[in-house]
């Protein structure tokens, strides 16, 4: 069966959803990804209030569309002339116009297809199981009483100060279980009011989601869009008015809020990362991490109040005082679970890094070090020779390090304290994660960068620069 594609001079053809693999995500946290997304919502929901929820799966979790956005943000022709792409009979309509602008023929295939792929449905299939297990330790809601979606320790960074006076309840988190598990006991400790709880998922929607085929994308919308309408009248009729979350990721929660907004009730969400997610959403409020995030949510005309967050997702154990009196200088890679949301680019800059990190550390001397995810257990990290292992911040005490980052959230709690250099490559736009003026590197300068920073009035005067410049972005 044929399958969309573009098809070279040469007679080669490559995938579109492969395509995909092949550029930064940060090309698809652009308007020109979101509106195709939206373009092709808008001729396929079968149903109104489906519509905002399929737009997000679509922007989300199609690889397929965004293979057409690389493509049409110049990608791929690196193999050679594209003279043709074969896409699905909804894409023609969708972005033909502009894809014949770009020179190349439009060809439809003779059918539909997914837009999204199966593991997309097995990957439903398991979160809504996984839903219907931890509701089944699900204690009453408490009527008045804020309820917090919580689901790891970040959670108390975002609300902390609620904890106290709120009732907290535990989703599933796929990502790290360990960390779930110790965030649990931390609550039992202090004697919190908390329980598991999850989204009310029906079982024929989980199990149709694997029968779906073609249409699959459409099943998903709407089951997800009547699972977190549920979700909403379920703390309506217990008598909750203020729900606190950070599930801008999740496709349904729109419909969600869509339901308590029509019920009266008050619903916060904090961005749980620098990223744009979902472009759908309906929160009362949205306390966001950077600018990037703010314009982003105007321009789709979300009507909400926006809050810039005071702090990231990190607790650093150290202040700028403390690593800029230590004598050892310290490269350290900020590591980042790109894995776990399949993103091949990532993966594979991300190696190159780690690479290059170790290589550095060998040439000027110094300890290189990768500073793990807190989701990456350190047994299943796989790092090159040379390279150290830090598990917790406090492990970087007595060093004065210089970190690197591809694009993580810990930028903005690093940036005040020591020196922190972006990486740079084509398809990859920091700015769409960072406020301000930051310093990038690139491989081939790596090695001279950081031997600048041994210069400790160096080290110092670009932490003076980048702390001014979060502050100026700030203002």
């Known amino acids: 069966m044929k399958t969309a594609c ?31 997304c939206g373009d092709v919502a808008r001729l396929q929901a079968q149903e109104p209030r489906t519509e905002a929820v399929l737009h997000n799966l679509l922007a989300l979790k199609s690889r397929l569309l965004m293979g057409v956005t690389a493509l049409l943000e110049g990608a791929g022709r690196s193999r ?19 894809l014949r602008a770009q020179g190349l023929e439009v060809e439809s295939l003779p059918h539909d ?18 839903h219907r297990l931890y509701r089944l330790a699900a204690r009453p809601k408490l009527p008045g009483v804020p309820l917090v979606r919580a689901w790891v320790d970040v959670t108390e960074v975002m609300y902390g100060e609620l904890f106290p006076r709120a009732q907290l309840r535990v989703y599933p988190f796929t990502y790290g279980i360990g960390r779930q598990l110790a965030f649990v006991q931390s609550l039992r400790r202090r ?3 908390w329980s598991f709880d999850g989204v009310p998922y029906r079982w024929r929607d989980a199990f149709g989601a694997l029968l779906a085929g073609s249409r699959r994308h459409l099943h998903l919308a709407r089951a997800e869009e009547a699972a977190f309408r549920r979700f909403a009248d379920e703390l309506l009729a217990a008598g909750v008015r203020e729900l606190y979350s950070s599930d801008e990721y999740e496709v349904g929660a729109v419909a969600a809020g869509q339901r308590l907004a029509e019920g009266g009730a008050h619903y916060v969400n904090t961005a749980h990362g620098i990223g744009l997610y979902c472009p759908r959403v309906a929160y009362a409020r949205f306390d966001y991490l950077n600018d990037y995030q703010a314009a982003f949510y105007r321009r789709m005309g979300n009507p909400m109040e926006l809050r810039k967050r005071a702090t990231a997702n990190s607790k650093l154990p150290f202040e700028r005082a403390d690593l800029q009196a230590a004598a050892e200088l310290a490269i350290v890679y900020v590591h980042q679970n790109f894995e776990a949301y399949h993103l091949p680019s990532e993966i594979a800059a991300q190696d190159g890094v780690m690479r290059k990190l170790a290589e550095v550390g060998r040439e000027l001397g110094v300890p290189a070090i990768v500073k793990l995810h807190p989701n990456m257990p350190r047994a299943q990290a796989h790092l090159p020779q040379g390279l150290r292992v830090a598990a917790r911040w406090d492990e970087l005490r007595g060093l004065r390090p210089v970190f690197l980052t591809i694009y993580s959230t810990a930028y903005y709690e690093l940036a005040p304290v020591a020196p922190v250099l972006v990486y740079a490559a084509p398809t990859y736009n920091p700015a769409v994660y960072l406020d301000g003026d930051f310093e990038t590197f690139t491989m081939d300068k790596l090695a001279e960068q950081v031997a600048r920073l041994r210069d400790p009035g160096a080290w110092s005067a670009l932490v ?11 203002a």
């Open 6 to 36: 573009v098809l070279y001079r040469d007679g080669s053809s490559l995938p579109l959803d492969q395509l995909a693999g092949e550029v930064s995500a940060s090309l698809f946290q652009t308007d020109l990804h979101y509106g195709l």
């Open 80 to 98: 050679g002339a594209i003279h043709r792409v074969v896409v699905p009979p909804v894409l023609v309509r969708a972005a033909g116009e502009r």
């Open 113 to 130: 297809a997914a837009l999204v792929p199966r593991k997309v449905a097995v990957a439903f299939f398991l979160k809504a199981v996984a």
């Open 191 to 193: 004697g919190l009011r």
């Open 464 to 474: 003076d620069r980048q702390a001014r410049s979060l502050q100026g972005a700030a």
